[in-house]
């Protein structure tokens, strides 16, 4: 299904309502699709994103490229710029949104919503193929329990205090305690 209106409303039915930034998300994940990509149902694709807003929310529903799988890594770049990597094919490709001269504020909501949803991706983003090196695989951890609030936390994120193995909110807050 690579009908623009189509997949929109796929990411609309997921974010719950239709706005640029979700339209921005769709055209980006329309064109991966149409590069002989396909919906991960692993981690066979992975993106990178370098910001949190809803655009986010249209890949990880039309790619696949989700939070709990691992395969949607979060940049807090405060950029419109997305890396993919698919595994399979060994391909990478990098989009960056580019400067928009034209003044936003003369359009409404609804026109730029249609304007990006019916663009072509080359006119609204800076794309290039870019270097395979994909991030690692998501790992699996063994749990230690925290030594101060008992919870079970992935081994990565304990924190050593005073000889005891912490989590990070317990080590955050008895190092405030101590100053
Ligand atoms: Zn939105
Ligand atoms: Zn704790």
């Known amino acids: 299904m690579r009908n623009i209106n189509d997949l929109m409303e796929k990411a609309i039915e997921f974010h719950g309502h239709s706005c640029p930034g979700l339209a921005i998300g769709v055209l980006v994940s329309k064109y991966i699709l149409e590069q002989g990509n396909s919906f991960s149902i692993d981690e066979e694709l992975v993106a990178i994103v370098e910001n949190d807003n809803c655009s986010v929310d249209a890949i990880q529903r039309l790619l696949g490229t989700t939070f709990g799988k691992g395969n949607l890594i979060f940049k807090d770049y405060g950029k419109n710029n997305y890396t993919f990597y698919n595994r399979t094919s060994e391909k990478a490709i990098n989009l960056r ?19 990006i949803i019916n ?56 190092e405030t305690k101590e100053k």
């Open 97 to 115: 949104l580019k400067n928009d001269s034209k003044n936003q504020q003369a359009f409404s909501r609804e026109e730029r919503i249609d304007f």
């Open 119 to 174: 663009s072509d991706p080359n006119d609204i983003f800076n794309i290039r193929e870019t270097e395979f090196n994909p991030p690692q695989e998501a790992q699996i951890y063994d749990r230690i329990i925290c030594e101060n609030c008992q919870d079970p936390t992935m081994s990565t994120r304990i924190k050593i205090y005073n000889e005891k193995k912490i989590c990070i909110p317990c080590y955050l807050e008895l």
